[in-house]
T-cell receptor, first 115, second 110 residues
Framework: SAVISQKPSRDICQRGTSLTIQCQVD?????MFWYRQQPGQSLTLIAT?????????ESGFVIDKFPISRPNLTFSTLTVSNMSPEDSSIYLC????????????FGPGTRLLVL | GQQLNQSPQSMFIQEGEDVSMNCTSS?????WLWYKQDPGEGPVPLIA?????ELTSNGRLTAQFGITRKDSFLNISASIPSDVGIYFC??????????FGKGTMLLVSP
């Protein structure tokens, strides 16, 4: 497994502003992902963060709203842009490809409330 | 897109009881994963299944990969209060991206 940390752990933001969430891993990993978990719901994949190239977004998520950076194999950021109350969610990063398995390991999440 | 149908949605049981939950899909998968999420935390992997018919245990947890490769179940034996949480099934596509079920919330009464 890997040790994954996220910053901030939680935040309260005003609508129209942007928040950047950081994800740090204690070892180099091939695959990093960003998920959203709306209140009382399951996890939905936002995008795969690709090192050295643009992220791969899932249907319903676009780069202008959720820009992602991945400058190296241990770090990624997700920005939630021009926020509205509907963006209030838990945002989780995960890593995969460890030991050649399909299992992903998750960070503790960032709890975002947009007023 | 692919969907995983997980049931039951929630369960409220007495400590010591056994629990069973399952996940089905109309799609075939080569891997099934089970996760547990505690309040305020990210999901933690419990069991991974890689072969149709495979039965795998992790302590009091047992999971099986269905023969048709379209379903999986998770059993918890002799439940204890710390088993409380939300249990998710998940399966990867060919790009290793995970689809999650909607989760089963488990409450255990001491």
């Amino acid at each position: 497994s890997a040790v994954i940390s996220q910053k901030p752990s939680r935040d309260i933001c005003q609508r129209g502003t942007s928040l950047t969430i950081q994800c740090q891993v204690d070892s180099q990993v091939t695959m990093m992902f960003w998920y959203r978990q709306q209140p009382g719901q399951s996890l939905t994949l936002i995008a795969t963060a690709n090192q050295g190239s643009e992220a791969t977004y899932e249907s319903g998520f676009v780069i202008d709203k959720f820009p992602i950076s991945r400058p190296n194999l241990t770090f990624s950021t997700l920005t939630v842009s021009n926020m509205s109350p509907e963006d209030s969610s838990i945002y989780l990063c995960s890593v995969g490809g460890l030991a050649g398995t399909e299992t992903q390991y998750f960070g503790p999440g960032t709890r975002l409330l947009v007023l | 897109g692919q969907q995983l149908n997980q049931s039951p949605q929630s369960m409220f049981i007495q400590e010591g009881e056994d629990v069973s939950m399952n996940c089905t899909s109309s799609s075939i998968f080569n891997t099934w994963l089970w996760y547990k999420q505690d309040p305020g935390e990210g999901p933690v992997p419990l069991i991974a299944l890689y072969k149709a018919g495979e039965l795998t245990s992790n302590g009091r947890l047992t999971a099986q990969f269905g023969i048709t490769r379209k379903d999986s179940f998770l059993n918890i034996s002799a439940s204890i209060p710390s088993d409380v949480g939300i249990y998710f099934c998940a399966a990867p596509d060919k790009y290793s991206t995970l689809t999650f079920g909607k989760g089963t919330m488990l409450l255990v009464s001491p």
